[in-house]
């Protein structure tokens, strides 16, 4: 199917930056309804300028001057549009200006910001994060040939309507064999990807208009799987017989007891466990997952059974090879171990590493009277309100707090 494109240009005097009597000399270039302006860098005598006829009046070498001006940029905006017409590039008044103005094309589009990100800002993101942002940018890039049928758009194209159009596709989308359809979170999350890297090209003046200006985050908060303490228990004390499953489980079983996440564990060494002079063991590292911004370290008193479990791996072979505290699977391993694990304990949900995170801030912590504001400081986060996502109030805790209001008020 053939497409048709509106296109005009327009020379006229922006009275509203007059001066004495001059005004500068602008040409607006109109593709599909939408508009760039661009200066000539020329100031002439508002009375000498006829509106209707977009044309300078008089006869003096000035005149003249700014006549062929205005003839050349003429040619140049036309000249522009059948050569992007001609190479079918994007077309539109921001790539007409872009030719005209000799300014790099590929500057100015989504899948050169999308390139930029991955390549330069990857240098200050962890690989776990690095991840999402390559599953983004494939769904933007099916998202622009299966649905806006272009393979790219130019930065300055991209307002309210692009982004709820992703928005739509990425929640309709059918998965491929093996995906899970994109629930809300997930949907919202790749936004937010998206909006992220807008956010450098604005702060880098590569776009003007903020696309997101309207747009409205829904994240619909769930409660955070973890585990009881009984079922922490049985983890503990289950025989198993493969020296990768003991590992993982005893690793698993220390961030329960710490609220280090996967990243920090696979990170600890002797370095990062101190002493204080009451002879209190602690941990103090920064997050692996924040180092490269905020650097603000973090501290958690070692529990006992933290520290049974820190003595049982000393002198490790593989630990010893790596430097580090707990002898070291990848992600996939410790995640596909964990399933295992948790069939051997009859749980009904499959374990994942985070979960570890989750139970050390609500039942090892919050469960056991220890304030919100210290549990942040150890997780290392730099806001409470992320805190108050990981944790839960159980409905066994709630029965306890109740019973024991109920014996206080039987004792008034």
Known sequence: MKTTNSFSHNFFLKKDKASKGNAPLYVRVTVNRKFVDISLKRRIKISSWNHELQKLEGSDQEAKDIREKIRQMGNEINAAYDVLRYDKELLSADAIKAKIEGIDEEKTTLLWLMNYHNTEIKKLLEPGTMKNYFSTERYIKEFLVNKKRRKDMYLSQLDYKFIIDFEIFLRQREPNPGQRPCGNNTVMKHIERLRKMINIALKNDWIVKDPFLRFERHIINKDRQCLE???????????????????????????????????????????????????????????????????????????????????????????????????????????????????????????????????????VTLENGVPMESVSKMLGHSSIRTTQIYSKVKKKKVSSDMKVLRERLKLA
Not at 290 to 298: I, L, Y
């Open 229 to 363: 303490f009984e079922e922490l228990e049985t983890i503990k004390n289950l025989e198993l017989d493969r020296d990768g499953h003991q590992i993982v489980r005893d690793t698993f079983i220390f961030s329960c007891y710490t609220g280090l996440a996967f990243a920090d564990v696979s990170q600890l060494s002797d370095d990062h466990l101190v002493t204080d002079i009451e002879g209190e063991k602690w941990i103090e590292m920064v997050r692996q997952k924040t180092a490269n911004f905020s650097g603000k370290k973090f501290y958690v008193l070692l529990l006992p059974e933290a520290i049974e479990l820190i003595k049982k791996y000393k002198g490790h072979p593989m630990a010893s090879y790596t430097g580090t505290v707990f002898p070291l699977f990848s992600n996939q391993a410790t995640n596909r171990y964990l399933k295992v694990i948790s069939k051997k304990a009859n749980l009904n949900f499959a374990l994942t590493y985070h979960i570890a995170r989750h139970t050390f801030a609500t039942t």
